[in-house]
């Protein structure tokens, strides 16, 4: 059975020892004994007592003297002390409670006393140590709230400087141009700013921003904060669209070793960005729906749903209503992701724009690679406003630092355009001879193009290189270098998931 209280009792006399012993000992307490002051300081360093009952008159060190130095020490500062004395004159009390004792007992001793005083100041020692580890723990949860609000701080300063600094890179001011088409996509921008959960799709040719668009929605909207996940719709495979999609559970197949999130809970509380939604497949586009309209996605495996709160932003340059017609796309899903409809036009329609996009990109271009802005002669600019740019923006962007690497640090002349439409006899006759129709010769820029020899003797390499010149002959217009190619863009995402 474990003691009460474990008391040290120091008294140079036996009789005393044995009589205070007798009376602690029925109570439950382990009593231990000393005589001398100097075996009573060693005793109590090592056996850490609880309560120490001390003689002050004592040969050696008087118990005033042992007192001050069992206060000193760290380990036996906190022990509580109570003097035995026959001298109960007034200045023998007080000089006692100024080394540290807390409490008197007088000679001859009274056994009905010494259990109460003793076990009072048990009970106000065992409450002060509770009191003290409490405040010591608050003491350490504030300090841990503390560095974890400083963490907080910081990483919100973080968090606001990327935000600032993706809002400056998506926000209104990535819009260069003034022309009218410019202007309704900025006035579309503005008016959904308000608007979180409305569902939005951009549709425009492949190249005309209209990932730009997308974010710029969401940096301007209630959604700012959360994420922006985008998703190329063409590029996942069939396979593992659902478990992309929706997360799947750890088991739910062969390969899941752990829970994992879809891209819907990844975006919970911000935006989901569905591109080459055309593409989508039809087994796909009726659980898609579901979520739409019932805000909530079941991972492969699980057995509950659970809600997300996510905005769907969707960009197609494919002909939505007749894919509707031909029955590859859902009229219901349509009209749940076309809550409202923004526009990117092609930047043959906005030839005014060519010479602010011109000079915005050369001053881009020349800040990351830090070299001075270089001018554009005007032959240059009346070069790119004949040119239709089939790429349209990002064929744009291509063709400027290309010039800009080309001008060697003086003004862009037209000769440093390096505009792709030229070249498509090269990537024809490459195509020609690729797929046996025997092609060989020169460009009529007089280059010799690729012959038949110069291609890969492995197939999968062979169509790297093939779809590489489409791209950039195309300006990385995906859906014209799979028409140039007469393949589906599906098989080019395989090959450049980037692309």
Avoid at 31 to 45: E, F, R, Y
Avoid at 51 to 56: K, S
Avoid at 125 to 138: F, G, I, W
Avoid at 154 to 170: K, V
Wanted: glycine content about 8%.
């Amino acid at each position: 059975m474990k003691p009460q209280a474990r008391i040290l009792i120091v008294d140079d006399t036996p009789a005393s020892l044995s009589l205070l012993a007798s009376v602690l000992e029925p109570q439950g307490h382990e009593v231990l004994t000393a005589s001398h002051g100097k075996d009573a300081l060693q005793l109590a360093a090592r056996a850490l007592p609880d309560l120490i009952l001390l003689d002050v008159m004592m040969p050696g060190h008087d118990g005033f003297s042992v007192c001050r130095m069992l206060k000193r020490e760290p380990e036996t500062a906190h022990i509580p002390v109570i003097f035995i004395t026959s001298r109960q004159e007034t200045e023998s009390v007080l000089n006692g409670f100024r080394v540290g004792a807390v409490d008197y007992i007088g000679k001859p001793y009274q056994a009905e006393e010494v259990v109460t005083r003793v076990a009072t100041h048990l009970k106000i020692s065992l409450l002060t140590r509770e009191l003290q580890e409490r405040n010591a723990a608050l003491e350490e949860e504030m300090r841990r709230r503390s560095e974890a609000e400083r963490a907080r701080e910081r990483a919100d300063q973080r968090l606001s400087t990327l935000m600032s600094r993706e809002a400056q890179r998506w926000g209104l001011a990535g819009f260069v141009g003034e022309s009218p088409h410019l202007k309704r996509i900025i006035q579309d921008i503005e008016r959904l700013q308000h608007f979180g959960k409305t569902s939005v799709l951009v549709t425009g040719e492949s190249g005309t921003g209209k990932e730009l668009v997308a974010r710029a929605i969401h940096h301007h909207s209630p959604r700012a904060s959360g994420a922006f996940i985008p998703v190329n719709c063409v590029a996942v495979p069939a396979e593992l669209a659902e478990s992309l999609f929706f997360g799947h559970m750890k088991g739910s197949f062969t390969g899941a070793t752990s829970d994992r999130k879809g891209y819907f809970e990844l975006a919970d509380g911000g935006t989901l960005f569905l591109d080459e939604i055309g593409d989508m497949p039809a087994t796909l586009q009726a659980k898609l729906l579901r979520v739409l309209e019932d805000g909530e996605v079941t991972p492969v495996g699980a057995n509950q749903p659970r809600r997300v709160d996510v905005r769907v932003i969707s960009a197609t340059n494919a002909n939505l209503p007749g894919k509707i017609a031909s029955g590859d796309f859902r009229q219901d899903l349509y009209f749940r992701l076309a809550r409202y409809a923004v526009q990117t036009p092609p930047l043959r329609e906005r030839p005014e724009d060519l010479p602010l996009l011109a000079k915005h990109f050369l001053q881009m271009f020349s800040d990351e690679m830090g070299v001075p802005v270089p001018g554009i002669t005007a032959e240059a600019l009346r070069t790119l406003q004949s040119y239709p740019f089939p790429g349209n923006v990002r064929e744009m962007k291509n063709v400027m630092e290309r010039a800009l690497i080309l001008s060697a640090g003086g003004p862009v002349q037209k000769e440093h355009l390096q505009l792709f439409q030229e070249r498509g006899a090269e990537i024809e006759m490459d195509v020609r001879a690729y797929s046996g129709g025997g092609v060989r010769g020169e460009m009529s820029s007089g280059t010799p193009s690729t012959a038949l020899e110069d291609i890969p003797f492995d197939l999968e390499s062979a169509e790297h290189v093939l779809i590489q010149r489409a791209l950039e002959h195309t300006g990385g217009n995906v859906a014209e270098a799979a028409r140039l190619l007469k393949v589906n863009r599906s098989r080019i995402y395989r090959k450049f998931p980037n692309a």
